[in-house]
């Protein structure tokens, strides 16, 4: 890589975490910068349009959901002409540094978010957590949080036993608790399954006049995976950047549901649970007259068996 140059273009698969880090820096530098923060984060900033996408994401997702390695932002910055600003952690750390407050300190002191026309916060899981805590940051910003945290300290969600090791980590003091962070936003949109038992409890305590639930029924707990699957990432971003995204507009962006393959098993999966045979049926009916489906036509014939006594059922 040394003996390339670098561009946005670039994929950086492959690439130890150090030459990572460097081949980063080396693009962000002709219209940017790259900042170390402390051990454990950093931050990449591109400055090209007046909306700016503030994301906050890990090293270890990074290279997991993007083909390129690439900060999920970059897309955007070429798709949309945005500027961004990345935080990026090396492993679930929720930012909870004081190199991370004393960045934002700055970006404030010098008047950074003053300068664009929009800002968005965006974050998925502890960088949903982040995004909404650092928001506070910039009055007015728009926030995207999906399946965040409130806050991990176990006087308020001792309910909570998946990130036991986390609660040494001070969440009281500054940039704490995300919810209250939020009341400096325009507007923030929360999005989580309510199936999922614990991000439903989160997201319950982001219960604020300005913050929008947005409901992904039966997808799961990797909505983010989920939303770049099917090709609704951007677009939910547009929407924020715009100004038209509110539950109906999220409820025709969501309907791409319908043919998303794990979404459907997990549906049926559901119905059978509750024995609703009546109503798996018309789901396999449905995604078989659709799509190839094996697994739907199969399960159809069993249970259309079952419904007339003919076969094991099995």
């Not at 349009?49 to 270890?60: A, M, N, W």
């Not at 492993?91 to 010098?110: I, K, N, Q, S």
Request: with cysteine.
């Amino acid at each position: 890589m040394a003996d390339q140059t670098l561009t946005l273009e670039s994929s950086l698969t492959g690439l130890s975490k150090r030459d990572w880090i460097r081949a980063v820096s080396e693009i962000v530098d002709e219209d940017g910068y790259f900042e170390q923060l402390g051990k454990s984060h950093l931050a990449t900033f591109i400055e090209e349009g007046t909306t700016l996408l503030v994301t906050f994401e890990t090293l270890q997702g990074i290279q997991a959901l993007s083909e390129a390695a690439q900060p999920l932002g970059w897309e955007m910055v070429r798709a949309e002409g945005w500027s961004h600003l990345c935080l990026a952690s090396d492993g679930d750390t929720w930012f909870r540094d004081p190199a991370v407050y004393a960045y934002f300190d700055r970006l404030v002191d010098d008047g950074f978010f003053d300068e664009f026309e929009r800002v968005i916060f965006y974050g998925a899981g502890p960088c949903g957590y982040a995004a909404a805590t650092y928001s506070v940051a910039s009055p007015g910003a728009t926030v995207i949080a999906i399946q965040p945290q409130a806050t991990l300290d176990p006087r308020v969600t001792e309910w909570d036993p998946r990130f036991v090791d986390m609660r040494g980590r001070d969440f009281t003091t500054r940039y704490g608790y995300a919810p209250d962070m939020l009341d400096a936003a325009d507007k923030a949109f929360v999005l989580y399954d309510p199936n999922e038992q614990l991000d439903a409890m989160h997201a319950a305590l982001f219960t604020r006049p300005n913050v929008t639930k947005l409901r992904m029924r039966f997808m799961g707990n990797a909505l983010q995976t989920d939303l770049l699957d099917m090709d609704q990432w951007q677009e939910l971003l547009k929407q924020a950047a715009d100004g038209t995204l509110d539950a109906l507009s999220f409820a025709r962006l969501y309907r791409r549901r319908r043919d998303f393959r794990p979404y459907l098993r997990n549906l049926l999966q559901k119905l059978e649970r509750d024995e609703r045979d009546g109503l798996s049926i018309m789901l396999c009916q449905n995604v078989t007259s659709r799509m190839r489906a094996r697994m739907f036509a199969a399960r159809l014939g069993r249970l259309q068996n079952r419904a007339t006594g003919t076969g094991t059922g099995n």
